[in-house]
């Protein structure tokens, strides 16, 4: 499931590629997404120029002229593919998500340029397109998500005052996207461990101390990944054949029984499932 790194690599190569370019077309071949692909969708888009590509969380915003807009979100498995006219490259993946060609199936909304086409592929249909049509409805879009680990709200006096007297772990916070949006399984793991706090530590008994490094940590830790191209689980590569190179830092994602990284430290990381979800950390180290 892509996090807020790996949706802001494909929002820059988005950007990139159909900035001030003009949508021709628009094949809608499957509607049922997570939310349904209104029928005025493609009426909508068409003959349209996109003004530029933006993001909040994990959400991509399509600006078209006039304050009309568009979401796409990527759910657990979308992708989003562009596939020039002339075949220049056979890498369309605009993420390291999937498979960095197209696939056959699951190709369920289509938006075509003069030279290029856009493919939205998404085999378990998690993921959605939404249509806004004023400013106003943009910003209560989001309303409900908390502030994304890059604003200037998300500080130590947010963290500290959120967590007064809750009883919940800090693991589970940080992949609430009401306190703060963007993070996942990945990038908690790795914050709480340069922040060398239990990831099953109550919220409600977090020191001052460790509620300020997880404000820096999580800045820190998502800019970094950023830098280096978002995380590739698998070794898949974007349009442009390059891979994403954050998942050669992890510290403690996916390295269950591996050597902890910490000078000085023997001990193995472990793994723990809750609720479904993976937390990866180091016993003794992380306190
Ligand atoms: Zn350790």
Do not use: W
């Not at 509607?31 to 933006?54: A, G, Q, T, Y």
């Not at 709200?153 to 009883?167: D, S």
Request: one cysteine or more.
């Amino acid at each position: 499931m892509p996090e807020l790194p790996e949706v802001e690599i494909v929002r820059q190569s988005l950007d990139k590629k159909i900035k001030q370019k003009k949508v021709k077309k628009v094949i809608v071949r499957n509607r049922n997404l997570r939310l349904k692909i209104p029928s005025n969708f493609e009426n909508f888009i068409k003959d349209k120029k996109i003004i530029k590509v933006r993001r909040f969380s994990k959400y991509l915003i399509i600006y078209l002229a006039k304050d009309n807009y568009f979401l796409i979100h990527l759910g657990m498995s979308g992708t989003i593919h562009i596939v020039n006219n002339k075949l220049t490259s056979k890498f369309t993946n605009t993420s390291f998500y999937n498979s960095s060609t197209l696939p056959k199936k699951h190709n369920h909304v289509i938006l075509i340029f003069d030279k290029f086409k856009l493919i939205y592929n998404d085999p378990r249909r998690f993921g959605f397109f939404q249509i806004i049509k004023c400013k106003l409805d943009l910003k209560k879009r989001f309303n409900h998500l908390g502030p994304e680990p890059f604003d200037s709200e998300f500080n130590f006096k947010y963290v500290y005052k959120f967590f007064k007297n809750k009883k919940k772990n800090i693991k589970s916070y940080l992949i609430d996207q009401k306190f703060v949006s963007g993070i996942g399984n990945i990038y908690s793991s790795e914050i709480l461990f340069l922040s060398k706090i239990n990831p099953f530590k109550k919220v409600c008994s977090l020191s001052k101390k460790e509620c300020r490094n997880i404000v820096i940590n999580s800045k820190k830790i998502l800019s970094r990944a950023i830098v280096k191209g978002g995380s590739s689980i698998k070794d898949f590569q974007d349009t442009h054949g390059s891979k994403g190179g954050y998942q050669n830092e992890f510290k403690v994602y996916m390295r269950e029984g591996k050597r902890c990284k910490n000078l000085g430290c023997s001990n193995l990381i472990k793994k723990k499932i809750t609720s479904n979800r993976s937390t990866f950390f180091c016993n003794l180290c992380q306190k």
